[in-house]
C-alpha cells in the first residue's frame, strides 16, 4: 500500500527558487531598513528632546528676569523676541486643564521650576493630550501672570528625505533582483540543457561555465550522459546480435512450416512465425528510434509532404484520405518525420480501417499534423499508456491486427527526437485523434487553418 501522500510543507511559499530567494532577500533587507530608520528616528526625537530641555534650562531664568524688569506696557513687545520653536511666553492665566498626564511634562515642569531657583509657584496644566500641549502658569512680582506654553514637537523633516528613502529602497530591490538572478541564471541553464538531454550522445556537451556548484553539476550531467550513451549503444549491440541470430532459426522454421502439408494447423504455426518475425524487427526499430541519426534538417513544405505520404497509400489501395488544412512549412528531418506520420496511419488502418490526414495551425503558431479515425477509440484513462513500448488494451486486439505494441512507442520516441509531441485524444462522435505537433522556431504559415470537420 503506498504511504499517505504528505502536505507540502510552506505550501504558501512561491513555487520557483528565485521568486523565493527574492521575497527572503527583500523582506530581510527592508527590515534591516526600516529598522535602521527606527533607529536612526529614535536617536531624532532623544537629541530633540535633550536639546530643548538644555534651552529651557538657560533661557527661562533669563526670559522671566527680563520679563520682571520690563514695565507691563514694555512686556507684550518684547514677547515675539522671546518666543521658541516648542515654547513661548504668554502674559495671560493659564487655560484650564487636567493634571499633567506624561512623564515628559512633569519632567519639564520641574526643569523649569529648578532653573527658577523654586521661586515661583508654578500651577502647570495639561491643555492638549494630541497633539501634546501644557501650560505653566506663575505670577510676576508686579502681580501679572505668566504663563509658558509648552508644544512638544520633532524638528522637522527635510522635504527631499522620504524621495531620497525611496530611492534607497528601489535601488536595494535593484540590487536583491539582480542578486537572484545572476544565482539562479545558470539553474536555469543547467535545467534547459538537462531537458535537451541527448541519450544517444550526439547533442552538445552542455556548458561547464558559471559558480563552482554549476560547473560540477554541468560536469556531472555530461558525465551522465557519456555513460547513458555507451549504456544505449550497448543496448543497441545487443539488439543486433540478438536480431541477427534470430532470423536465421525464424527463417529456417519458417520454411520447414510451409513445407508442412497445408492445414489449419500449419496455418496458425505460420501466423506465429510470422509475428515472432513482426516483434524482433519492431524490437530493433523501437530501439534505433532513441539513437536515430539525424542530419542537417531541410526546409519541408508539409503539405506536399503528407499529399506524398498519402499517396504512397492511395497507390496501394488503402483507404487514406488527405483533409484540407493550413499551409506551412518548417525545417525539420522528412526521412523521421515520414515514419512518424506512417506509424500513425498503419495504427489508424489496423483499428479502424481507415485514416484521415490534415493539418493545422494552432492559436499560438504551433504547426501540428493530424491522423484521425472512426474507430472504437482508446478509454481516456489509457491514452497516455498506449505511447509506453509493448502496451496493448487486450491481447486480441493485437492478433487481431497483426500488431505488437510498438508502433505508436515508436511514434513517440520518434516525436521526441524531432523535438515535437505527441499526444493522443477521443473524437466526438467515435474515434481517435493522433496530434504530432512539431517545434515552431522559424516556422512559416502560410494561411489560416481550415481542417474540415469530418
Excluded at 90 to 101: D, F, H, M, N, V
Excluded at 398 to 421: E, F, M, N, P
Aim: charged share 20%.
Amino acid at each position: 500500500m503506498n504511504a499517505a501522500v504528505q502536505p507540502r510543507r510552506f505550501s504558501w511559499l512561491p513555487r520557483t527558487l528565485g521568486t523565493r530567494l527574492l521575497l527572503i532577500l527583500a523582506a530581510g533587507m527592508l527590515l534591516a531598513h526600516g529598522l535602521s530608520f527606527a533607529l536612526l528616528f529614535h536617536e531624532r526625537a532623544t537629541a530633540t528632546r535633550a536639546m530643548m530641555l538644555s534651552n529651557m534650562e538657560d533661557d527661562v531664568p533669563l526670559s522671566v528676569a527680563l520679563l520682571e524688569h520690563l514695565s507691563p506696557a514694555e512686556r507684550a513687545a518684547w514677547l515675539p523676541q522671546l518666543e521658541r520653536r516648542t515654547y513661548r511666553y504668554l502674559l495671560r492665566p493659564a487655560q484650564p486643564g487636567s493634571a499633567l498626564a506624561s512623564d515628559r511634562a512633569r519632567q519639564v515642569t520641574g526643569l523649569i521650576d529648578d532653573s527658577l531657583a523654586h521661586r515661583y509657584a508654578l500651577r502647570p496644566r495639561a491643555v492638549s493630550a494630541s497633539p501634546e500641549r501644557y501650560e505653566v502658569e506663575l505670577t510676576l512680582a508686579d502681580g501679572q501672570p505668566l504663563t509658558i506654553e509648552v508644544t512638544p514637537s520633532r524638528l522637522p523633516i527635510a522635504r527631499w528625505l522620504p524621495w531620497v528613502l525611496a530611492a534607497q529602497v528601489l535601488l536595494l530591490l535593484g540590487c536583491v533582483w539582480l542578486a537572484v538572478r545572476l544565482a539562479t541564471r545558470p539553474l536555469v541553464r543547467l535545467a534547459d540543457a538537462a531537458d535537451r538531454l541527448d541519450v544517444a550522445g550526439q547533442g552538445e556537451a552542455i556548458s561547464e561555465q558559471g559558480p563552482q556548484e554549476v560547473e560540477a553539476a554541468a560536469r556531472a550531467l555530461n558525465a551522465l550522459q557519456s555513460r547513458v550513451a555507451a549504456h544505449v549503444s550497448e543496448r543497441m549491440q545487443i539488439l543486433a546480435a540478438i536480431s541477427h541470430d534470430l532470423q536465421t532459426p525464424i527463417t529456417r522454421l519458417r520454411l520447414r512450416i510451409e513445407s508442412l502439408e497445408e492445414t489449419p494447423a500449419q496455418e496458425r504455426l505460420l501466423g506465429d512465425v510470422t509475428q515472432l518475425s513482426q516483434l524482433v524487427r519492431e524490437g530493433i526499430d523501437y530501439a534505433r528510434s532513441a539513437t536515430v541519426s539525424m542530419g542537417i534538417p531541410v526546409q519541408l513544405d508539409l503539405p506536399a509532404f503528407l499529399d506524398s505520404v498519402v499517396g504512397d497509400y492511395e497507390e496501394v489501395g488503402k483507404p487514406v484520405r488527405r483533409v484540407a488544412g493550413a499551409q506551412a512549412a518548417l525545417p525539420t528531418h522528412p526521412q523521421v518525420l515520414r515514419r512518424v506520420v506512417q506509424n500513425l496511419v498503419d495504427n489508424a488502418l489496423a483499428y479502424a480501417g481507415s485514416a484521415d490526414v490534415g493539418l493545422t495551425i494552432g492559436a499560438q503558431g504551433e504547426v501540428s499534423i493530424d491522423v484521425m479515425d472512426r474507430g472504437p477509440g482508446i478509454p481516456e484513462a489509457s491514452l497516455a499508456a498506449v505511447l509506453q513500448p509493448f502496451h496493448r488494451l487486450e491481447p486480441s486486439r493485437g492478433r487481431i491486427s497483426g500488431g505488437t505494441g510498438l508502433g505508436l512507442a515508436i511514434a513517440d520516441q520518434l516525436a521526441r527526437v524531432l523535438g515535437g509531441r505527441l499526444t493522443l485524444a477521443n473524437r466526438e462522435g467515435g474515434g481517435l485523434r493522433a496530434t504530432l505537433e512539431l517545434p515552431r522556431e522559424n516556422a512559416a504559415v502560410r494561411t489560416k487553418p481550415t481542417l474540415e470537420s469530418i
